[in-house]
């Protein structure tokens, strides 16, 4: 089996972060480490995949990002074949120098897509993989119905991503972020996530809330910016800049606290029998 590849795009995949120019990539790496754009970094990606078996499947990471989790999970995991697909042109070519200078481009590769349908055929993937970044996808209907697509018949999906709580609108912290950072994220609470991944044809759909988790680490990010990573993020950034990054980390730490932020596992399985669209 190999990954296959289609064009005809239509708007699945959002539009292009803003947000991910080169100094933004690098604040990100400091905090969770090389490759990783996201909390949690590696930990976080073991804590994702739990008891899943990645032995010899062929893998998707949808929003590969700095390409770290990619890696891990042909590295670390065993995945034979490990593709990351994402829409920022300096991501795919960061992932990609990070694999070469692991020797694993044999195993794990990245490729640039555009807005649309994820460019492979049906029943092509064993497992796909997604780390906080369905929020960028603003029409979560035709990203499931995709991911279900491309996936094979008894195909799994593992992922994590940021979900609102039904009292965000309350959250002034929450407000705050959203004026400091101008973030490109559609979040939607986990019952519609469910409810879509169950529309779009998963079963076995399972959400793993991780805000108490998320808010504990988001206040340590919070001691690691003001503490040990300051001299590095003030050298980066500079002193206005750096003051800005830690109202960020503040607030997205209160907003966890206040349940506004609810970072959530999404699991689910694409059933053995079942009739998909071959185009």
Known sequence: ????????????VSAMP???????IRRLEIMWGEGFLSPGGADEVGAILGNEDLFGAQVL??????????????????ARRVIGVDIVPELVERSRRLCEAAGMSQRVSFELVVPGPLPFVADSIDVIFTKDSLLHFPDKVAIFQEIFRVLRPGGRF???????????AQCQAWSKFLELRRPSFVMVNVETMVQTMGEAG????????RTSWFTEAAQRDVEAVEG????SL????????????????HAIAEAAAFGALRPTHLRGRKPVNVDVDQS
């Open 158 to 168: 593992l992922c994590s991503d940021w979900l609102a709580g039904k009292n965000i």
């Open 1 to 12: 089996m190999v990954f296959g590849f289609a064009f005809d795009f239509t708007l699945t």
């Open 61 to 78: 990471d949808i929003g590969s990002g700095a390409g770290g989790a990619a890696l891990l999970l042909a590295r670390e995991y065993a």
């Open 202 to 209: 998963f079963v076995d759909v399972t959400a793993v809330d």
């Open 234 to 249: 003030q050298e980066l950034l500079g002193e206005t800049e750096y003051g800005i990054w830690v109202a960020v980390r």
């Open 18 to 24: 803003p947000e991910y120019e080169e100094s933004f």
């Open 228 to 231: 040990p990573q300051r001299a």
